[in-house]
């Protein structure tokens, strides 16, 4: 084997190595810019309205999205380049936190459901209870006029 040729297998080893820590180091920032479960969990707010916006910022997946493409870009180059030996576990890796930052997009675009449908149904339920005291007070009124009737 030639000096050339076995320079350009030790360059080659240096490039995967570099392209595999690359797509871990790019994991590593996804997982870290996902919210903490204590986040999502424990909101403080003083009604409804309040824990909903509180609950749809902790779900907000920040740059995870971004590290996870740029994971995903370099996996893609070095799968292609036959570059990794062994890459099922990053394989693996990219594919859980996918799914992970699916759900939690889900579930904010559920909690944004939320926040702009309770607004409308208190508006609603408290026009509902303005008619029904009105009607209640409709009532008392007939009532009072016909026992001023009958007493008279």
């Known amino acids: 084997m030639s000096q050339s040729s076995l320079d350009d297998d030790e360059l080659f080893g240096e490039a995967a190595n570099e392209m595999r820590t690359d797509v871990e180091e790019s994991l590593a920032k996804a997982r870290d810019a996902l919210p903490e479960a204590d986040s999502v969990w424990d909101v403080e707010a003083d009604n409804t ?4 916006n509180s609950l ?10 971004e590290h996870l493409r740029d994971a995903k870009k370099w996996y893609t180059m070095g799968e292609r380049a036959d570059a990794f030996e062994d890459a099922d576990d990053l394989a693996e890796e990219i ?14 675009e559920q ?11 208190r508006s609603t339920l408290e026009e509902f209870e303005g008619e029904d005291g009105a009607d209640a007070e409709a009532d008392a009124e007939a009532d009072g006029d016909a026992d001023a009737e009958a007493e008279a």
């Open 49 to 52: 309205l309040g824990v909903l």
């Open 56 to 65: 749809k910022t902790a779900l907000d997946v920040g740059d995870a999205e």
């Open 95 to 108: 594919e859980t936190i996918t799914d992970l930052i699916d759900n939690v997009d889900d579930a904010r």
């Open 111 to 121: 909690v944004g459901d939320l926040t702009a449908t309770i607004p409308q149904l």
